[in-house]
């Protein structure tokens, strides 16, 4: 069973800073989803990536894949209180990580 | 976009009771349906994934006796929590798989919030 860690699991920042979240496997994924979940609701997809080496943009959302396809980055620019929320990746047989829960204050 | 619905969106029991609950895809056919369990300030963890017309596929450490599925229709698949107990107390979410669309093929009900007495 192919595991996916994501880092960092805690994040709290200030509104208008850039950050990272990650998320590896020591297996290649095939194809691997970002979602973001909000309290008490299900999660909603961000961004599936597939190709190795790709970077898909969502607005002030950058997800990159690596070229090995066993990680994953998703940078989110000028961050809003908007953004909060848990980050979580998926695998194709939809498991996910343990997520990065994320705090932007304003 | 595609909706999913879950149903009831918060249920109260007392030990020893059964609890059903739903998941519907409402504008497409779902041959696959997960289950998930969600523990306070933790992430998703998979319990079974359940293919129309079969039996479910249950995850390691998943009590199948305990934990019902049923998909007997291509929209909709049921979770049953027989004999609940307190530590069974969670947030159940389904998600459904569109295989007609090209991108985003899941789909999340909004969860059940089940509180076990």
């Known amino acids: 069973t192919q595991l996916l860690e994501q880092s960092p699991q805690f994040l709290s920042i200030q509104e208008g800073e850039n950050l990272t979240v990650y998320c590896n496997s020591s297996?290649?994924?095939?194809?691997l989803q970002w979602y973001r979940q909000e309290p008490g609701e299900g999660p909603v997809l961000l961004v599936t990536?597939?190709?190795?080496?790709e970077v898909k943009k969502l607005k002030r959302l950058t997800f990159q894949f690596g070229d090995a396809r066993k990680d994953s980055s998703l940078h989110i620019t000028a961050a809003q209180p908007g953004d909060t929320g848990l980050y979580l990746c998926?695998?194709?047989?939809?498991?996910f990580g343990a997520g990065t829960r994320l705090t932007v204050k304003p | 976009g595609a909706v999913v619905s879950q149903h009831p969106s918060r249920v109260i029991c007392k030990s020893g009771t059964s609890v059903k609950i739903e998941c519907r895809s409402l504008?497409?056919?779902?041959?696959?349906m997960f289950w998930y369990r969600q523990f306070p300030k933790q992430s998703l963890m998979l319990m079974a994934t359940s293919n129309e017309g079969s039996k479910a596929t249950y995850e390691q450490g998943v009590e199948k006796d305990k934990f019902l599925i049923n998909h007997a229709s291509l929209t909709l698949s049921t979770l049953t929590v027989t004999s609940a107990h307190p530590e069974d107390s969670s947030f159940y979410i389904c998600?459904?798989?569109?295989?007609?669309?090209?991108?985003?093929?899941?789909?999340f009900g909004s969860g059940t919030q089940l509180s076990v007495l």
């Open positions: 998600s459904a798989r569109d295989w007609t669309r090209e991108n985003e093929k899941l789909f």
């Open positions: 297996s290649v994924f095939s194809s």
């Open positions: 990536v597939v190709t190795g080496g």
């Open positions: 504008d497409f056919q779902a041959t696959t």
């Open positions: 998926a695998d194709v047989n939809m498991r």
